[in-house]
């Protein structure tokens, strides 16, 4: 899911930048002896030029040397033609007087600019062409956002003194800033008024610091915004969800109008421009285009390079055969690495709205060829990517025809009676739903159950939660119907990128279309634009019944007539939680593990979703709490939990494995997945995985 920005800013960055830039071209326009100022340069070069030529220091009074600071001093300009010189109007230049290396540049800026304009004008177009013939636009407010944002303003009027408060803080802090630049400008060494979030990676260049005029527009911003999203934050008395939803979209809003997202107060994407003669935006507007393009008339960022992977040459590698096919799942088993395995083999449930080959990206960070480097026979499930086909299929489908087929299968090809489980992110969430129905039936097909960043509990669930009022639903719904009956996995990943805007949205729009850069080949990019689409029954479903209602924690989620509770699975169970998810929540992990009846082992590992599951040993990195000491007993409360939680450095997985090699029997000859009971259907990674949305 990835990317929405709309909106406006009581501080416009772009005005500020308009006005620092009538200071810049004060200070840098030479004057002749007479006091008659020098003819401009071509309209274009010459404010690109005063955007990017102040010096970093200067004397009270005088006037600016011009050397650049961001970027190479500009050209000598010509003389002036006394024939063009008329009085009262702005004197020309000689273009004759400009040597032949400087008429070259402007050429060449001149023609890469136009080149700009009619890459970035034609994709316009396109995009006006395709959706002319489209239905109607969604809702203008398909979040609800509206009404949330009506009771915070509402509250805020109602406390004036808060208000007027706030207001007299953010001219303080402008008065501080602005003492600050002249100090700065003045040659002293002073500290900012207010310095970029630790994390911040959009300030990092020098220019941001060293030019005085690119310094203050980049605190303005940084005043703006934070004085912005704080007021919204410290606003008393709003439902906690309908508040969280207004300081998401301001933030949201905030962060679209930073300074570095524009190409004219944007100091490193000028000084591109001046370096590469126009080249660097004459290629981010072709790779613009190219973006329209690929999104069928949607800008679809891109993100690395996708013509350098491909699933089962450079990615999805680990060897094995498809042992086991129905409509919706592809069951690999996998190859194994050792002479002897466990007698007791694990089935791996991921999430069907990604690809499992997360799991497989590289030999190096593989789970699944670590695994079965451990002895363990290894069994996934491949989600089908769905089509309109298979619009109606219900969440009780998935339960059938993935969890218990693909158990019952890996059953049958190990021969044994029962497997180990592991259920990742909303794989997760579809194996509890399968243990508390097996309890329910009174079957226990499951040994054990490793739940990676999973909730069950959703009280507390990631920003998620916020695309699911009922007003997204209904325009979810629409959008599902509109395309046959499935959500397009482009949906999908603007939604889950727009969770992190700044790094999965902006960073790459300014690197590719301000800058100019071609996306570098990455195999987690690459995977993370590999999205599968979602079966309007099955998803409305899940959105609805865990995210908006909750009502699997609370005892009320019906599932093959069958009302579901987590208290009757008393396997042993392993949850894993990650320090920094913004999808699945450690507290939300927490709340989720509290929930079943038998003996739960809790940890939490380093960094967020994806690279707090995916830390291969080799890597070293990162860190990882556990608390053995509490026997499968959970204190009530994460922060209990954490109180007595020993750090250990470096990846999860061996803490892991020692639990799970005590719940694997004892060893066994090694399996060849193409001499079991199961024919071989086809070479790992099979068939579905390779399905494009």
Same mark, same amino acid.
């Given at each position: 899911?990835?990317?929405?920005?709309?909106?406006?800013?009581?501080?416009?960055?772009?005005?500020?930048?308009?006005a620092?830039?009538a200071?810049?071209?004060?200070?840098?326009i030479?004057?002749?002896?007479?006091?008659?100022?020098?003819?401009?340069?071509?309209?274009?070069?010459?404010?690109?030029?005063?955007?990017?030529?102040?010096?970093?220091?200067?004397?009270?009074?005088?006037?600016?040397?011009?050397?650049?600071?961001?970027?190479?001093?500009?050209?000598?300009?010509?003389?002036? %033609? +006394?024939?063009?010189?008329?009085? !009262? @109007?702005?004197?020309?230049?000689?273009? &004759?007087?400009?040597?032949? /290396?400087? #008429?070259a540049?402007?050429?060449?800026?001149?023609?890469?600019?136009?080149?700009?304009?009619?890459?970035?004008?034609?994709?316009?177009?396109?995009?006006?062409?395709?959706?002319?013939?489209?239905?109607?636009?969604?809702?203008?407010?398909?979040?609800?956002?509206?009404?949330?944002?009506?009771?915070?303003?509402?509250?805020?009027?109602?406390?004036?003194?808060?208000?007027?408060?706030?207001?007299?803080?953010?001219?303080?802090?402008?008065?501080?800033?602005?003492? %600050? +630049?002249?100090?700065?400008?003045? !040659? @002293?060494?002073?500290?900012?008024?207010? &310095?970029?979030?630790?994390? /911040?990676? #959009?300030?990092?260049?020098?220019?941001?610091?060293?030019?005085?005029v690119?310094?203050?527009?980049?605190?303005?911003?940084?005043?703006?915004?934070?004085?912005?999203?704080?007021?919204?934050?410290?606003?008393?008395?709003?439902?906690?969800?309908?508040?969280?939803?207004?300081?998401?979209?301001t933030?949201?809003?905030?962060?679209?109008?930073?300074?570095?997202?524009?190409?004219?107060?944007?100091?490193?994407?000028?000084?591109?421009?001046?370096?590469?003669?126009?080249?660097?935006?004459?290629?981010?507007?072709?790779?613009?285009?190219?973006?329209?393009?690929?999104?069928?008339?949607?800008?679809?960022?891109?993100?690395?390079?996708?013509?350098?992977?491909?699933?089962?040459?450079?990615?999805?590698?680990?060897?094995?055969?498809?042992?086991?096919?129905?409509?919706?799942i592809e069951?690999?088993?996998?190859?194994?690495?050792?002479?002897?395995?466990?007698?007791?083999?694990?089935?791996?449930?991921?999430?069907?709205?990604?690809?499992?080959?997360?799991?497989?990206?590289?030999?190096?960070?593989?789970?699944?060829?670590?695994?079965?480097?451990?002895?363990?026979?290894?069994?996934?499930?491949?989600?089908?990517?769905?089509?309109?086909?298979?619009?109606?299929?219900?969440?009780?489908?998935?339960?059938?025809?993935?969890?218990?087929?693909?158990?019952a299968?890996?059953?049958?090809?190990?021969?044994?009676?029962?497997?180990?489980?592991?259920?990742?992110?909303?794989?997760?969430?579809?194996?509890?739903?399968?243990?508390?129905?097996?309890?329910?039936?009174?079957?226990?097909?499951i040994?054990?159950?490793?739940?990676?960043?999973?909730?069950?509990?959703?009280?507390?669930?990631?920003?998620?939660?916020?695309?699911?009022?009922?007003?997204?639903?209904?325009?979810?719904?629409?959008?599902?119907?509109?395309?046959?009956?499935?959500?397009?996995?482009?949906?999908?990943?603007?939604?889950?990128?727009?969770l992190?805007?700044?790094?999965?949205?902006?960073?790459?729009?300014?690197?590719?279309?301000?800058?100019g850069?071609?996306?570098?080949?990455?195999?987690?990019?690459?995977?993370?634009?590999?999205?599968?689409?979602?079966?309007?029954?099955?998803?409305?479903?899940?959105?609805?019944?865990?995210?908006?209602?909750?009502?699997?924690?609370?005892?009320?989620?019906?599932?093959?007539?069958?009302?579901?509770?987590?208290?009757?699975?008393?396997?042993?169970?392993?949850?894993?939680?990650?320090?920094?998810?913004?999808?699945?929540?450690?507290?939300?992990?927490?709340?989720?593990?509290?929930?079943?009846?038998?003996?739960?082992?809790?940890?939490?590992?380093?960094?967020?979703?994806?690279?707090?599951?995916?830390?291969?040993?080799?890597?070293?990195?990162?860190?990882?709490?556990?608390?053995?000491?509490?026997?499968?007993?959970?204190?009530?409360?994460?922060?209990?939990?954490?109180?007595?939680?020993?750090?250990?450095?470096?990846?999860?997985?061996?803490?892991?494995?020692?639990?799970?090699?005590?719940?694997?029997g004892?060893?066994?000859?090694?399996?060849?997945?193409?001499?079991?009971?199961?024919?071989?259907?086809?070479?790992a990674?099979?068939?579905?995985?390779?399905?494009?949305s």
């Amino acid at each position: 899911m990835n990317e929405l920005t709309v909106g406006s800013e009581p501080v416009s960055p772009r005005a500020g930048s308009e006005a620092s830039g009538a200071l810049v071209e004060d200070a840098i326009i030479p004057v002749t002896p007479e006091g008659s100022p020098k003819p401009p340069l071509p309209e274009s070069a010459e404010f690109i030029i005063a955007q990017i030529s102040v010096p970093a220091t200067m004397e009270p009074g005088a006037a600016a040397e011009p050397e650049a600071t961001v970027a190479p001093p500009p050209s000598p300009e010509p003389p002036l %033609s +006394a024939e063009a010189a008329v009085p !009262g @109007e702005a004197p020309a230049f000689d273009m &004759a007087a400009f040597t032949a /290396d400087q #008429r070259a540049q402007l050429e060449k800026l001149s023609m890469n600019l136009a080149r700009a304009a009619v890459a970035a004008q034609g994709a316009i177009a396109e995009v006006a062409r395709k959706h002319a013939d489209r239905p109607a636009a969604m809702s203008p407010d398909p979040f609800n956002v509206g009404p949330a944002l009506t009771d915070v303003m509402g509250r805020l009027a109602a406390q004036p003194e808060r208000l007027m408060r706030a207001q007299a803080n953010l001219f303080d802090s402008y008065m501080d800033l602005w003492q %600050s +630049a002249t100090r700065k400008m003045a !040659g @002293e060494t002073v500290e900012p008024v207010v &310095a970029p979030a630790k994390g /911040d990676k #959009r300030f990092a260049a020098p220019e941001w610091q060293d030019n005085p005029v690119f310094d203050v527009i980049k605190q303005s911003y940084l005043l703006s915004s934070n004085w912005m999203n704080e007021l919204v934050a410290g606003v008393e008395g709003v439902d906690p969800l309908e508040k969280r939803r207004v300081e998401f979209f301001t933030k949201m809003l905030t962060d679209a109008f930073s300074p570095t997202n524009f190409l004219a107060s944007n100091p490193v994407a000028l000084k591109a421009l001046m370096e590469t003669g126009g080249e660097s935006l004459a290629q981010g507007m072709e790779n613009f285009a190219a973006d329209m393009k690929r999104g069928n008339g949607d800008l679809a960022i891109s993100q690395t390079d996708y013509q350098k992977f491909e699933i089962g040459k450079n990615v999805a590698t680990a060897p094995g055969k498809v042992v086991f096919k129905n409509e919706l799942i592809e069951l690999l088993q996998f190859s194994p690495a050792t002479e002897q395995v466990r007698q007791i083999p694990l089935v791996i449930f991921p999430p069907w709205i990604n690809k499992f080959y997360v799991l497989d990206l590289r030999p190096e960070n593989s789970l699944i060829r670590w695994l079965t480097a451990q002895g363990i026979t290894v069994f996934l499930a491949s989600w089908v990517n769905p089509d309109a086909q298979l619009s109606t299929k219900t969440f009780e489908d998935y339960m059938r025809q993935g969890v218990y087929e693909g158990s019952a299968a890996a059953m049958k090809q190990c021969g044994v009676g029962q497997v180990n489980a592991v259920g990742y992110c909303i794989g997760g969430t579809l194996l509890g739903v399968s243990l508390a129905h097996m309890a329910a039936k009174g079957v226990s097909p499951i040994a054990s159950a490793t739940f990676f960043a999973a909730q069950q509990d959703f009280s507390e669930a990631g920003d998620l939660r916020l695309f699911t009022n009922e007003s997204w639903l209904k325009e979810l719904e629409r959008r599902m119907d509109a395309g046959g009956g499935v959500l397009d996995g482009q949906a999908l990943a603007e939604t889950f990128n727009v969770l992190r805007s700044n790094d999965m949205i902006w960073s790459f729009f300014v690197d590719n279309y301000l800058l100019g850069k071609a996306p570098k080949p990455f195999d987690m990019l690459y995977w993370n634009s590999d999205q599968t689409r979602m079966p309007k029954t099955l998803h409305l479903f899940y959105l609805r019944k865990f995210y908006a209602e909750n009502a699997f924690a609370k005892g009320e989620l019906v599932i093959g007539n069958e009302t579901l509770d987590l208290k009757k699975v008393t396997i042993p169970v392993y949850m894993q939680s990650s320090k920094d998810d913004h999808i699945a929540p450690a507290r939300s992990v927490y709340k989720s593990a509290k929930l079943f009846g038998g003996p739960v082992t809790f940890m939490m590992a380093g960094s967020g979703h994806i690279a707090g599951v995916i830390n291969a040993p080799a890597a070293n990195k990162y860190q990882h709490w556990s608390n053995d000491a509490l026997g499968g007993a959970l204190p009530d409360t994460l922060e209990e939990w954490q109180a007595g939680a020993i750090p250990q450095p470096g990846s999860w997985w061996p803490n892991w494995m020692e639990w799970l090699q005590a719940r694997s029997g004892p060893l066994v000859p090694a399996r060849d997945p193409a001499a079991g009971p199961l024919p071989a259907l086809g070479d790992a990674p099979g068939d579905y995985v390779k399905v494009r949305s």
